[in-house]
């Protein structure tokens, strides 16, 4: 596997803030190979571009950061009475079990293979924050708390969906969609804030996420690294600093933790899609550590030999099986500990992650195959070493296929200067509904 992603990795990355422009779609190229249905959802996606644009302006106008519980129930409802209006099934999860605002699940079933569809209405802009409104910077640009991140992408769904209700596809199909309300900071315990994705995951064909992904029209992503963390706790023999080292005594808690520190960073690195990082380090005499505020407190005495160290950390790779070599080899090294030393280190789970499987290439291949046909160009893998956890990761081991960021282009999401590239909106969708036509309405289109 790894020798495909570090040929990959050899795509060029786009500097960030410098989208390359959305390319024109060439008309010969659409014609020769399109369906009267497929020509018919592109009418509709440029005919109705400007409600699209409206709503995208209603939902970032809401504030929905995470822990906002009635602004994401506002942007829940908003989406969920578009999707009342497609036919769907809708229901509104509360989320108090896992302590935030809850989900919104759609369903529709028809005779089509089952597709799961996954956005998120929450954001990372609190009420407090000044961010808060959607704000026309040109003809093609948006600044915005979410514009990208991504009520942009869920814009993108409705919006299809839409296009396949008009073209008459939409009855065929069997689509389940879930929009977290807790994507950028999820509730705990996890395994009941994530348990109505992965139910919908459960006989999905594939799963489709629109995330927005790097910015560049021509990637998207088809694997992503988990993202786990880890508590390392060292404990030292206390004594006069003067004695340090000597055999009865040994080097203390804080020499113990750098020494182990040290020993992953030889074990570990040399693999780009496998990173660890220490985040906080407590040493001393006595530390309290929170670990979920990620702060403490530590005193000691420069002449005291430290008694304890804790060490909280994270650590991202790009498959379970690297997953469960990193931990063997952290757990080794901690378990060598130098006498009159003790070191332990757990690990928690937190994103799984979503390797570049040969399904998910095949997923990105349509996609791709399907952006060509529209005139827009081929579309390759994101370098998964850019891409942060997020929520396909949780069914990538459960569908045969998943692909994620084919949401709307854009640059500095997470910051205030989050600005949408507003002339990509409707290539986005034409992309997209014409990849949920041919994966979930097979039987409409003439083979290939
Ligand atoms: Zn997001």
Do not use: C
Not at 219 to 242: C, D, E, K
Not at 253 to 263: D, P, S
């Amino acid at each position: 596997m790894l020798p495909v992603v570090l040929t990959l990795l050899s795509l060029a990355m786009p500097a960030r803030g410098a989208p390359p422009p959305v390319p024109r779609p060439d008309s010969r190229r659409q014609r020769d190979t399109l369906t009267p249905i497929e020509r018919a959802l592109i009418r509709h996606v440029d005919r109705h571009n400007a409600e699209g644009l409206e709503l995208l302006q209603r939902l970032v106008d809401i504030n929905s950061g995470t822990m906002n519980f009635p602004g994401v129930q506002e942007v829940g409802a908003v989406l969920r009475a578009e999707l009342d209006a497609l036919g769907f099934a809708t229901r509104w999860e509360d989320g108090a079990p896992y302590h935030r605002a809850g989900h919104l699940i759609a369903e529709r079933t028809g005779k089509g293979r089952k597709l799961l569809l996954i956005g998120h209405l929450d954001t990372v802009f609190e009420r407090e924050s000044p961010f808060q409104q959607f704000e026309k910077l040109d003809s093609t640009h948006a600044r915005g708390p979410g514009v990208i991140d991504m009520k942009g992408g869920d814009v993108i769904v409705v919006q299809a969906l839409k296009a396949l209700k008009a073209a008459g596809a939409l009855d065929r199909m069997s689509l389940t969609a879930v929009f977290h309300g807790d994507e950028e900071h999820a509730g705990e315990p996890q395994a009941l804030a994530r348990r109505a994705l992965i139910e919908a995951a459960k006989g999905a064909a594939a799963a489709i996420a629109f995330e927005d992904g790097d910015g560049d029209p021509a990637t998207a992503v088809a694997a992503r690294r988990g993202s786990s963390s880890w508590l390392l706790q060292v404990t030292g023999t206390p004594a006069h600093s003067s004695q340090i080292f000597r055999e009865d005594i040994g080097p203390g808690a804080i020499f113990e933790a750098a020494r182990i520190l040290q020993g992953f960073r030889e074990k570990l690195t040399g693999d780009p899609l496998l990173t660890f990082n220490p985040g906080v380090a407590l040493g001393g005499t006595a530390v309290s550590l929170d670990s979920a505020q990620v702060k403490g407190e530590a005193a000691g005495k420069s002449n005291v030999v430290a008694e304890r160290m804790v060490v909280s950390g994270d650590l991202r790779t790009i498959s379970p099986e690297k997953l469960a070599w990193a931990r063997t080899e952290m757990r080794a090294i901690a378990a060598a500990h130098l006498p009159r030393t003790t070191a332990q280190i757990d690990f928690d789970d937190g994103y799984p992650p979503m390797p570049p499987t040969e399904g998910n290439q095949r997923l990105l291949a349509l996609y791709d195959r399907v952006s060509r046909d529209l005139g827009y160009g081929p579309v390759g893998m994101d370098n998964p070493a850019k891409a942060g956890a997020a929520d396909v990761s949780f069914v990538a081991g459960i569908v045969p296929m998943a692909i994620d960021g084919i949401g709307l282009a854009g640059t500095d999401d997470h910051t205030a200067k989050e600005t949408a590239d507003l002339a990509a909106l409707p290539m986005q969708v034409k992309r997209a509904a014409v990849l949920l036509y041919r994966l979930g309405a097979p039987e409409l289109r003439p083979p290939d």
